[in-house]
């Protein structure tokens, strides 16, 4: 067959062109992620009109909008109506705790779309897209190309950022920013990379510390021009955010005072740590079904942190900088955040990606398709029922 040549030749030389030599190996986990965003799309929106029933969310509903076309409703859920009501009036309270950058793209996008909810998703989406053949270049930096196929896929993938790389939220533009950030330093296109850190900065609350990392990057290359506006450019970008906010509010901590609007419900921090402990501790005495569910509960709590706790620690040995980042990051989120947000928000914390590669393709490809199973699970319960995740 082939001539001389067996398949198992032909198949290795046809990896090595599609993956190893030419640029087609960028779309290749590209149109992967961007098909399975489609049909998992595809698949909530027939598992909520089955029986022939009109499409309708949890969200419809609740915001009391029925909107035409009915489909951007999939894509929509929770904080997505903050960033669109933000774009469409403005801030105030309780909306001060929402960064600008995104609901600025939305109405910009707006004035060429002329609607909202299909602007917030389309920025969303097409950012997530982007985040796929960024992140793989990134990973070509610290790994072979094939494994930067496999950590690619399995970071895109992931249902968590699966989800929110879908959904209108702003987990696609602060991805694009952070990983942009940092190939831009890599590259040594340094005003570049700055901006980046400053768009992460606009994002979220700890956009900062990429800027973090990149002055001490810059610092230790001895780039002092370069560290000084690294340092300046997103302070002012974020003193100026805070400015904005206490010339609308008269409140100095405008941002952490509107967190007492969530805080009713659950505290942040290490209260949130000790509270979720206690307030499940099991009692081993008489093992009925709630205190199984605690126990499994906690259990799957520990796991996830230890997890990433571990994954950070070994980014130290791929890159010191990124590393460094990494843990930061990780530290923030365990000591600021709470503890039913942090599924959604450690799977972001970059570096901890490149650690995952695998030479098994039959490990992948298992793994892809379970992502796949719990993505379509989690995003039905997140935009039709209503479920909150993160």
């Known amino acids: ?109 707006s004035g060429l779309t002329g609607e909202y909810f299909i602007s917030s998703f389309m920025i969303s989406f097409a950012l997530g897209i982007l985040a796929v053949p960024m992140f793989q270049l990134l990973a070509e930096h610290y ?15 992931f249902p968590p950022i699966f989800l929110f790389t879908t959904v209108a939220y702003t987990e696609s533009l602060f991805t694009v920013a952070v990983i942009g950030a940092w190939i831009f330093c890599l590259r040594k296109h340094y005003f570049s990379a700055t901006v980046s850190a400053t768009i992460a900065t606009t994002t979220k609350v700890y956009g900062l510390l990429i800027s973090l990392l990149l002055i001490l990057r810059l610092f230790r290359e001895k780039k002092m021009k370069d560290a000084f506006l690294a340092a300046i450019i997103p302070s002012i970008t974020f003193a100026g955010w805070n400015a904005y906010l206490f010339n609308l509010t008269g409140d100095l901590g405008a941002y952490k005072s509107s967190q007492s609007h969530w805080q009713e419900g659950w505290p942040f921090g290490i209260n949130s740590i000790l509270r979720f402990i206690v307030e499940l501790k099991p009692r081993f005495g008489q093992l009925a079904p709630p205190d199984i569910h605690a126990i499994l509960v906690v259990t799957m709590w520990l796991l996830i942190l230890s997890l990433f706790g571990v994954l950070v620690v070994a980014t130290l040995d791929v890159d010191l900088d990124f590393g460094m980042y990494a843990t930061i990051q990780f530290l923030f989120l365990v000591a600021f955040g709470t503890v039913w947000s942090f599924l959604r928000f450690l799977p972001f914390i970059l570096p901890v990606w ?17 992502f796949l199973i719990v993505s379509l699970v989690i995003w039905y319960q997140f935009v039709v029922l209503g479920v909150w995740f993160g």
Not at 354 to 370: D, E, G, N, Q
């Open 143 to 157: 790994v072979s190309k094939n494994e930067a196929v496999v950590a690619t896929l399995l970071f895109a993938l």
């Open 1 to 109: 067959m082939f001539g001389n040549v067996s398949p198992e030749t032909v198949f290795r030389r046809l990896s090595s062109h599609v993956f190893d030599e030419r640029k087609i190996r960028f779309v290749v986990p590209c149109s992967v992620v961007l098909g399975l965003k489609l049909l998992a799309g595809w698949a909530v929106y027939t598992l909520a009109t089955h029986g022939n029933i009109a499409f309708a969310t949890f969200w419809m509903k609740e915001w009391g909008i029925q909107p035409k076309p009915d489909w951007p409703f999939l894509f929509h859920g929770w904080d997505s109506a903050w960033y669109i009501r933000i774009a469409k009036m403005g801030y105030s309270y309780p909306a001060y705790a929402f960064f600008p950058a995104y609901p600025f793209l939305i109405r910009a996008a």
């Open 354 to 370: 490149l650690i995952a590669r695998t030479k098994s393709r039959l490990i992948t490809i298992v793994a892809i398709i379970i």
